[in-house]
């Protein structure tokens, strides 16, 4: 399964910003999905997850009421909609694909199968 992450850009303060994550050589369907960043000089953090059923998902403290995951296994795309971003969502994001059961292996990076090549993400005024 390769994985393509598009959508980034540069944005303000307070502005909306919409990531995609499409998928290629596989389905989905099957998968958990993932979105984790990378700010400069800084680990890869957990985002926010959502499973294969798109039942249930998960977000990190720092973006929980400001993003909204989801996903259309029909079109092989999972989606990352951020609104109000803040400065320090300035980051790399990228999707993944794992076959974690739990919410809290969703948070893991080790839980992921398939990383996309990352989009960055710049909020500044």
């Known amino acids: 399964v390769q994985l393509q992450a598009s959508g980034g850009g540069l944005v303000q303060p307070g502005d909306s910003l919409g990531l995609s994550c499409a998928a290629s050589g596989g389905t989905l369907s099957s998968y958990g999905m993932g979105w984790f960043r990378q700010a400069p000089g800084k680990e890869r953090e957990f985002v926010a997850a959502?499973?294969?059923?798109?039942?249930?998902?998960a977000y990190a403290g720092s973006v929980k009421g400001r993003f909204t995951i989801s996903r259309d296994n029909a079109k092989n795309t999972v989606y990352l909609t951020m609104n109000n971003l803040k400065p320090e969502d300035t980051a790399v994001y990228y999707c993944?694909?794992?076959?974690?059961?739990?919410?809290?292996?969703?948070?893991?990076?080790?839980?992921?199968?398939?990383w996309g090549q990352g989009t960055l993400v710049t909020v500044s005024s």
């Open positions: 959502i499973r294969w059923s798109g039942g249930n998902t």
């Open positions: 993944a694909a794992g076959g974690w059961s739990s919410l809290y292996d969703a948070t893991l990076r080790s839980r992921y199968d398939y």
